[in-house]
């Protein structure tokens, strides 16, 4: 069974930056999407962005311009830069890789608390 583990995740001034990434347990071949989404308290699981295949980057409006989106397929890995902090950014993040077989999996989540 595959694990995703975050790591990148903590505490910042709004304006900083943080860099979160997710790594597989072990090395996935036939990876479709990689993305993340992000919970705030007391709120539903939201998209935040992915990266397909093919190298195609997809946003939330409220992070365009500020995120990016990255990966490693050989690695199994996946990354968000996260510029430019908001307090509204404030959640907990959850890294997603979907195979073209139909499995998906995600990370077990990492906080980012950005203070105002």
């Known amino acids: 069974q595959v694990q995703l583990v975050e790591s990148g995740g903590g505490l910042v001034q709004a304006g900083g930056s943080l860099r979160l990434s997710c790594a597989a347990s072990?090395?996935?071949?036939?990876?479709?999407?990689m993305g993340w989404y992000r919970q705030a308290p007391g709120k539903e699981r939201e998209f935040v962005a992915t990266?397909?295949?093919?190298?195609?980057?997809y946003y939330v409006d409220s992070v365009k311009g500020r995120f990016t989106i990255s990966r490693d397929s050989a690695k199994s890995t996946v990354y968000l830069q996260m510029n430019n902090l908001k307090p509204e950014d404030t959640a907990v993040y959850y890294c997603?890789?979907?195979?073209?077989?139909?499995?998906?999996?995600w990370g077990q989540g990492t906080q980012v608390t950005v203070s105002s």
């Open positions: 990266v397909t295949s093919g190298g195609g980057t």
């Open positions: 072990r090395r996935i071949f036939d990876i479709n999407d």
């Open positions: 997603r890789i979907s195979e073209f077989g139909g499995d998906v999996y």
